[in-house]
Structure formats: structure tokens, C-alpha cells
């Protein structure tokens, strides 16, 4: 009886050793103050740059198309997105590490943190296809059924142009409920 009960807990203690390693080896590194210093900046620009936006809508009334300016705001964005898919995934990994956690929590929680991927690996796609499409750069963030894009080009826009966006949006990201293509132009 002795004996099952250390086994039990031997194998408890190495399954948590485990855990906690593939934790700490997928965890990124904690990043300091620049980063905080950065977002607020970019937060301030983005509020600045919204006082001047201009919008148009398609048909359907779900399709913004808007102007911002600032290259410093467009990096920022990118930077905080990704802090915030890797808080998300942190907090997912703790959840999943968990000993507490039911067995469906914790697929709950695998499920939620494959899903978060799937939604990197198509802003991803999606922002290379704007790409070739003859544009400097886009920024992709899809959030649920709501996805919001920037697109950084020297060339005047027109709603044409950004209704091929929203459709390879929709085309490539799934339905969707509400695009919103902002263009920022080109530091040159």
C-alpha cells in the first residue's frame, strides 16, 4: 500500500515537472518598461489620428474605410496585438497547467489556444495576399466575427479598392459581421 502511494505521487510530482517545463520553454521572455512606453505612445496616436478619420460605408452599413497617418502608430499596433495574443496564451497555458481544472476546462482551454493560432496563421495569409496585391504593408486583426484592417500605401484609395480587400477578408478569414479597412499612407 506504502509503495502505490509513493508511485502515485512520484508520478504526480514528475507530470507537474513536466507541465511547469514545457510551460516556462513556450513562455516568451517578459519584455520592460520600453514596451509600456511604446503602447502608450501609439494609443495616443491612434486616438489623434481617430479625431481626423474620414468614413466611408458600403451597402450593407458593416464596412468602414477611414484615413490614419503616423508609421510609428501602424508598428505599435502590430506590437501590442502580439502582446496581447501572448497574455492570452499565457493565460490559456496556466489554465491548462492547472491541476484544478476539470478535463473539459482544460480541453476548453486547448481548443481556445488552437483557435487563437488558427486566427494568427489567416491575419498572416491575409496580410501577405494585401501584399501582393501592390500595397506597402497591412496589419490584420480579427477579433471573433469583427476584423479590422490597415493598409499602408502611397497611392490614393478608393472604396473599390477597399471592397477587394473586404472580400478577400471574408474569402479568406471566414463570414464575417463587420470589416473595417483603414488605409495609412506611406512615409516616403
Not at 496589419?139 to 479598392?161: F, M, P, Y
Request: glycine share 4%.
Amino acid at each position: 500500500m506504502l509503495l502505490k502511494k509513493q508511485t502515485v505521487w512520484l508520478l504526480t510530482m514528475l507530470s507537474l515537472v513536466v507541465v511547469l517545463s514545457v510551460y516556462y520553454i513556450t513562455t516568451p521572455p517578459q519584455k520592460g518598461n520600453d514596451l509600456a512606453s511604446v503602447e502608450q505612445k501609439a494609443k495616443k496616436q491612434l486616438d489623434q489620428s481617430k479625431a481626423a478619420t474620414s468614413k466611408i460605408q458600403d451597402k450593407s452599413g458593416k464596412t468602414v474605410v477611414s484615413t490614419v497617418s503616423g508609421d510609428d502608430a501602424f508598428t505599435a499596433l502590430r506590437m501590442q496585438l502580439d502582446d496581447q495574443r501572448s497574455q492570452m496564451k499565457e493565460e490559456l497555458q496556466a489554465e491548462v497547467a492547472s491541476t484544478d481544472l476539470s478535463a473539459d476546462k482544460r480541453s476548453a482551454a486547448i481548443d481556445q489556444m488552437k483557435k487563437l493560432d488558427e486566427t494568427a496563421k489567416k491575419e498572416e495569409v491575409l496580410e501577405t495576399l494585401i501584399k501582393t496585391m501592390g500595397y506597402e504593408d497591412a496589419l490584420v486583426r480579427a477579433d471573433g466575427e469583427n476584423v479590422k484592417i490597415i493598409v499602408k500605401s502611397q497611392k490614393k484609395h478608393t472604396a473599390a479598392q477597399a471592397n477587394d480587400i473586404i472580400q478577400l477578408a471574408k474569402k479568406e478569414i471566414g463570414e464575417t459581421n463587420y470589416v473595417a479597412v483603414e488605409f495609412q499612407p506611406a512615409k516616403q
